[in-house]
């Protein structure tokens, strides 16, 4: 079916204007969206469908806008924002410079079309790179507000609130209710912790823009302030409006009212949303809903948001619950004395006692947890992956929803985590909790069983003793605790990093193999026996395990792992080539898997790529010296040193 311009010119018209109920009413009077054809009606139908509910929908027709007419620049546009932005950075990167700069497109899509590759370098955290490319963009179409929204992400990511935050306003300003600088102006003031300021422009937005993702978050927010029947009318108004929801959208509203009713004590109504969720938590949730006897008792603290930066969120934690407790801490000037490429929980204690508070470390349990919370107590939470790790805090549970709450320093609104789920997937390392009380109020813990306690105060004392350069104080505490807790997991810990001040390669390797006879599968574990077996020169052992692991671990940094080993074989690129598109499918923002990528076409002498590669590895990871040496080296062998000494000087301020 084609759809007459003068048709898709009035539709684009209410469109433009956030009338996008109205632009439906008219629409489906020419015949169903699925049937549209052209490059520009589909682009339509797309756009349309996406803000009215239907993610399907709106990718289908931008994936055959563009590959029935590959040539149509806003076909090209809306094509690579539905499906290729959903791919590693770099191939995105790739995909957008084959295609060129759209210099002959109408000024919305080429601006947009530069912009694109704005964002997309800020994502890696090439912000110099970025603001060029915006700059360009701007210079194209300076009165598109969507370039000042662009502007506002960009902004964010550098930890720029109050510049993100007057992008939005100028996009506001260009174009009345638009609707991206509507949730980004509102998603920017929850983040400044303006709640009332956010809820009101939202509720005002609402009554100028039909976009149903307005009631939507406007809902979030009126949850985030326990108002769930406010809540619950939103998701209702989000309900009337996102007239095109498809299954996806239809289970996330089912979620939310859910929870909204769990919090108002109206069982019956969560448990038939529950079962309409179709995920295994939420009809595990149902069959408690439906059973009188499921306890009910729910903790709640009042634990407020401190957003963390770039690799803060030990301190923006402290910092929340230290306001928690009336003592106020500035979490950048905080993260300035105990974070450098993240912040290890032994620092964090060690400034902490420093400065008055008493602290207790311990294994988190759902009995533990719980009468923390009983006596008003919230407490940090140390969350391991294989590479990584990240600090939030535990406000609050549910036994009804068998769920703890927690305050992401991340994430505006406080999340729920599925305790039982957590508490297994984390059973390897702890999880590890950490109590924060001013020494005035250390008597509020008192008689509560903290799991682990005594073992993890002698590893903080090793840790302290090592920092210290105090060797036999450190070996010292170690017999202590393997005379006290023989066969442990944090006793092999211990005895780990001991092993590791000592250089002493053997020893790290058999505390990981102790490890691993505890949690076999364990991928971090796995990860270090790997790295002993590579120090200790037993290629063939490593290789073989390497194998196994990259065709049967679901944790991709193995795939990751055996790319890096068979590079050195031109007969294996293929192979290596293969492992590293799984492993960065998996973790797209992942520096180490393009930095390996990279190595792979330096040798295949594909220099240019890889030069790009390193710099995105050395941008998303600048405390790593090898991925920045790697770089440097790279483009001064192309003769590219202006750009890498630019690079250099930026990192050193």
Same mark, same amino acid.
């Given at each position: 079916?084609?759809?007459?311009?003068?048709?898709?010119? $009035?539709?684009?018209?209410?469109?433009?204007?956030?009338?996008?109920?109205?632009? !439906?009413?008219?629409?489906?009077?020419?015949?169903?969206?699925?049937?549209?054809?052209?490059?520009?009606?589909?682009?339509?139908?797309?756009?349309?469908?996406?803000?009215?509910?239907?993610?399907?929908?709106?990718?289908?027709?931008?994936?055959?806008?563009?590959? @029935?007419?590959?040539?149509?620049?806003?076909?090209?546009?809306?094509?690579?924002?539905?499906?290729?932005?959903?791919?590693?950075?770099?191939?995105?990167?790739?995909?957008?410079?084959?295609?060129? @700069?759209?210099?002959?497109?109408?000024?919305?899509?080429?601006?947009?079309?530069?912009?694109?590759?704005?964002?997309?370098?800020?994502?890696?955290?090439?912000?110099?790179?970025?603001?060029?490319?915006?700059?360009?963009?701007?210079?194209?179409?300076?009165?598109?507000?969507?370039?000042?929204?662009?502007?506002?992400?960009?902004?964010?990511?550098?930890?720029?609130?109050?510049?993100?935050?007057?992008?939005?306003?100028?996009?506001?300003?260009?174009? $009345?209710?638009?609707?991206?600088?509507? !949730?980004?102006?509102?998603?920017?003031?929850?983040?400044?912790?303006?709640?009332?300021?956010?809820?009101?422009?939202?509720?005002?937005?609402?009554?100028?823009?039909?976009?149903?993702?307005?009631?939507?978050?406007?809902?979030?927010?009126?949850?985030?302030?326990?108002?769930?029947?406010?809540?619950?009318?939103?998701?209702? =108004?989000?309900?009337?409006?996102?007239?095109?929801?498809?299954?996806?959208?239809?289970?996330?509203?089912?979620?939310?009212?859910?929870?909204?009713?769990?919090?108002?004590?109206?069982?019956?109504?969560?448990?038939?949303?529950?079962?309409? $969720?179709?995920? @295994?938590?939420?009809?595990?949730?149902?069959? =408690?809903?439906?059973?009188?006897?499921?306890?009910?008792?729910?903790?709640?603290?009042?634990?407020?948001?401190?957003?963390?930066?770039?690799?803060?969120?030990?301190?923006?934690?402290?910092?929340?619950?230290?306001?928690?407790?009336?003592?106020?801490?500035?979490?950048?000037?905080?993260?300035?004395?105990?974070?450098?490429?993240?912040? *290890?929980?032994?620092?964090?204690?060690?400034?902490?006692?420093?400065?008055?508070?008493?602290?207790?470390?311990?294994?988190?349990?759902?009995?533990?947890?719980?009468?923390?919370?009983?006596?008003?107590? *919230?407490?940090?939470?140390?969350?391991?992956?294989?590479?990584?790790? !990240?600090?939030?805090?535990?406000?609050?549970?549910?036994?009804?929803?068998?769920?703890?709450?927690?305050?992401?320093?991340?994430?505006?609104?406080?999340?729920?985590?599925?305790?039982?789920?957590?508490?297994?997937?984390?059973?390897?390392?702890?999880? !590890?909790?950490?109590?924060?009380?001013?020494? =005035?109020?250390?008597?509020?813990?008192?008689?509560?069983?903290? *799991?682990?306690?005594?073992?993890?105060?002698?590893?903080?004392?090793?840790?302290?003793?090592?920092?210290?350069?105090?060797?036999?104080?450190?070996?010292?505490?170690?017999?202590?605790?393997?005379?006290?807790?023989?066969?442990?997991?944090?006793?092999?810990?211990?005895?780990?990093?001991?092993?590791?001040?000592?250089?002493?390669?053997?020893?790290?390797?058999?505390?990981?193999?102790?490890?691993?006879?505890?949690?076999?599968?364990?991928? =971090?574990?796995?990860?270090?026996?790997?790295?002993?077996?590579?120090?200790?020169?037993?290629?063939?052992?490593?290789?073989?395990?390497?194998?196994?692991?990259?065709?049967?671990?679901?944790?991709?940094v193995f795939a990751q792992q055996y790319a890096e080993d068979l590079i050195q074989d031109a007969a294996q690129h293929s192979r290596a080539l293969e492992l590293l598109r799984r492993a960065v499918r998996r973790r797209p923002y992942d520096a180490q898997t393009h930095h390996i990528h990279a190595d792979l076409l330096w040798n295949r002498r594909e220099c240019s790529d890889a030069l790009d590669l390193y710099r995105v590895a050395a941008c998303l990871e600048d405390k790593n010296e090898h991925f920045v040496e790697a770089y440097f080296l790279a483009a001064r062998h192309l003769k590219q040193t202006r750009d890498v000494l630019r690079f250099l000087r930026d990192r050193v301020q």
């Amino acid at each position: 079916m084609n759809i007459p311009p003068d048709e898709l010119a $009035a539709l684009q018209d209410l469109y433009d204007k956030g009338l996008f109920l109205q632009a !439906h009413a008219r629409a489906e009077k020419l015949g169903p969206y699925k049937d549209w054809r052209g490059a520009a009606a589909r682009v339509f139908a797309g756009r349309l469908g996406k803000v009215l509910g239907a993610t399907r929908l709106s990718n289908a027709h931008h994936f055959y806008a563009w590959r @029935e007419h590959p040539e149509d620049a806003p076909a090209l546009y809306f094509y690579t924002l539905s499906v290729i932005a959903r791919r590693d950075p770099w191939r995105i990167l790739k995909f957008l410079r084959a295609h060129g @700069e759209l210099e002959r497109a109408d000024p919305d899509i080429h601006s947009s079309w530069l912009a694109l590759h704005a964002t997309t370098l800020a994502r890696v955290r090439d912000f110099e790179a970025a603001e060029a490319w915006m700059t360009r963009a701007e210079k194209a179409n300076p009165e598109h507000p969507w370039l000042a929204v662009e502007w506002a992400e960009i902004y964010e990511i550098e930890d720029r609130l109050d510049d993100a935050l007057a992008s939005t306003q100028r996009a506001l300003a260009m174009q $009345a209710w638009y609707r991206p600088a509507v !949730h980004g102006y509102a998603h920017l003031l929850t983040l400044k912790d303006r709640l009332d300021e956010a809820g009101a422009f939202l509720e005002e937005a609402a009554q100028h823009n039909e976009a149903p993702s307005i009631w939507m978050v406007l809902g979030g927010l009126y949850a985030e302030r326990e108002r769930h029947r406010e809540a619950l009318s939103c998701y209702d =108004r989000y309900a009337e409006c996102a007239v095109l929801q498809d299954d996806i959208a239809a289970r996330q509203l089912a979620a939310v009212r859910c929870d909204a009713f769990c919090m108002l004590g109206e069982f019956e109504p969560a448990a038939r949303h529950a079962r309409l $969720a179709k995920i @295994e938590y939420y009809t595990k949730l149902a069959e =408690r809903l439906e059973r009188p006897e499921s306890p009910r008792r729910k903790v709640s603290l009042p634990v407020g948001f401190v957003r963390q930066h770039h690799l803060t969120c030990a301190p923006a934690t402290f910092a929340a619950l230290a306001d928690f407790w009336k003592i106020p801490i500035d979490h950048l000037e905080l993260a300035q004395q105990v974070t450098y490429d993240g912040t *290890p929980s032994y620092v964090e204690r060690a400034w902490a006692e420093d400065h008055e508070w008493a602290v207790r470390e311990f294994t988190v349990t759902w009995e533990s947890a719980r009468a923390l919370l009983d006596r008003g107590i *919230p407490f940090t939470l140390h969350t391991a992956d294989v590479t990584s790790g !990240h600090a939030q805090a535990v406000i609050g549970y549910d036994e009804l929803r068998g769920t703890f709450q927690i305050r992401d320093p991340n994430i505006r609104h406080y999340l729920e985590f599925n305790a039982e789920k957590l508490l297994e997937n984390q059973r390897a390392t702890g999880p !590890h909790g950490m109590v924060l009380l001013p020494e =005035r109020d250390a008597a509020k813990i008192d008689g509560i069983e903290l *799991p682990d306690q005594a073992p993890l105060d002698r590893g903080y004392r090793i840790q302290r003793a090592l920092l210290a350069h105090d060797r036999e104080a450190a070996w010292s505490e170690l017999r202590a605790l393997e005379r006290e807790a023989p066969g442990r997991r944090l006793t092999h810990l211990a005895r780990l990093s001991l092993a590791s001040y000592d250089e002493d390669r053997s020893q790290r390797l058999a505390a990981f193999e102790e490890l691993l006879k505890l949690f076999p599968n364990h991928a =971090r574990f796995l990860l270090g026996k790997l790295d002993g077996l590579r120090d200790l020169a037993r290629p063939q052992e490593r290789l073989e395990l390497l194998a196994r692991l990259a065709a049967t671990h679901e944790d991709p940094v193995f795939a990751q792992q055996y790319a890096e080993d068979l590079i050195q074989d031109a007969a294996q690129h293929s192979r290596a080539l293969e492992l590293l598109r799984r492993a960065v499918r998996r973790r797209p923002y992942d520096a180490q898997t393009h930095h390996i990528h990279a190595d792979l076409l330096w040798n295949r002498r594909e220099c240019s790529d890889a030069l790009d590669l390193y710099r995105v590895a050395a941008c998303l990871e600048d405390k790593n010296e090898h991925f920045v040496e790697a770089y440097f080296l790279a483009a001064r062998h192309l003769k590219q040193t202006r750009d890498v000494l630019r690079f250099l000087r930026d990192r050193v301020q």
